[in-house]
Protein backbone atom coordinates (compact mmCIF):
# COMPACT_ATOMS: atom_id res chain seq x y z
CA UNK A 1 0.00 0.00 0.00
CA UNK A 2 1.28 3.67 -0.62
CA UNK A 3 1.00 6.16 2.05
CA UNK A 4 -1.43 9.13 1.63
CA UNK A 5 0.47 12.08 -0.28
CA UNK A 6 -0.51 14.66 2.54
CA UNK A 7 0.96 12.09 5.33
CA UNK A 8 5.09 12.81 5.07
CA UNK A 9 7.08 9.58 6.71
CA UNK A 10 9.93 10.73 8.80
CA UNK A 11 11.08 12.77 12.16
CA UNK A 12 8.82 16.29 11.75
CA UNK A 13 11.25 19.39 13.14
CA UNK A 14 8.80 21.95 15.66
CA UNK A 15 9.84 25.24 14.96
CA UNK A 16 9.99 26.84 18.22
CA UNK A 17 8.20 30.73 18.85
CA UNK A 18 9.44 33.41 20.30
CA UNK A 19 5.97 34.22 21.87
CA UNK A 20 6.48 30.96 23.91
CA UNK A 21 10.12 32.06 25.19
CA UNK A 22 9.01 35.33 26.24
CA UNK A 23 6.06 34.09 27.59
CA UNK A 24 7.46 31.26 29.92
CA UNK A 25 9.85 33.98 31.36
CA UNK A 26 7.32 36.61 32.39
CA UNK A 27 5.66 33.47 33.98
CA UNK A 28 8.40 32.43 35.99
CA UNK A 29 9.03 36.05 37.25
CA UNK A 30 5.66 35.86 38.36
CA UNK A 31 5.59 33.21 40.44
CA UNK A 32 8.94 33.97 41.36
CA UNK A 33 8.01 37.37 42.45
CA UNK A 34 4.34 35.70 44.56
CA UNK A 35 6.46 32.89 45.73
CA UNK A 36 8.45 35.83 47.90
CA UNK A 37 5.49 37.51 48.34
CA UNK A 38 3.31 34.87 49.75
CA UNK A 39 7.00 33.75 51.90
CA UNK A 40 7.22 37.37 52.91
CA UNK A 41 4.20 37.10 54.23
CA UNK A 42 4.57 33.84 56.24
CA UNK A 43 7.44 35.32 57.78
CA UNK A 44 9.41 32.12 56.04
CA UNK A 45 11.41 34.41 53.49
CA UNK A 46 14.94 32.82 54.02
CA UNK A 47 17.89 31.82 52.02
CA UNK A 48 16.45 28.38 51.25
CA UNK A 49 12.99 29.50 50.75
CA UNK A 50 14.22 31.97 48.19
CA UNK A 51 15.79 29.42 46.37
CA UNK A 52 13.25 26.57 46.26
CA UNK A 53 11.17 29.85 45.12
CA UNK A 54 13.70 30.06 41.77
CA UNK A 55 13.70 26.43 41.25
CA UNK A 56 9.88 26.15 41.19
CA UNK A 57 9.85 29.29 39.00
CA UNK A 58 12.49 27.44 36.56
CA UNK A 59 10.02 24.29 36.56
CA UNK A 60 7.12 26.79 35.57
CA UNK A 61 9.00 28.96 33.18
CA UNK A 62 10.20 25.65 31.24
CA UNK A 63 6.85 23.72 31.31
CA UNK A 64 4.52 26.86 29.74
CA UNK A 65 7.92 27.21 27.32
CA UNK A 66 7.69 23.40 26.81
CA UNK A 67 3.99 23.13 26.70
CA UNK A 68 3.16 25.75 23.91
CA UNK A 69 4.96 23.64 21.64
Not at 17 to 30: C, D, P, R, Y
Not at 41 to 69: F, K, P, S
Amino acid sequence: MMPHAGIRMGRASVKTGKASLIGGIAVGIAVLVLWTAVAHELAADGVATIAVGILVAAGVAAWIRLADL
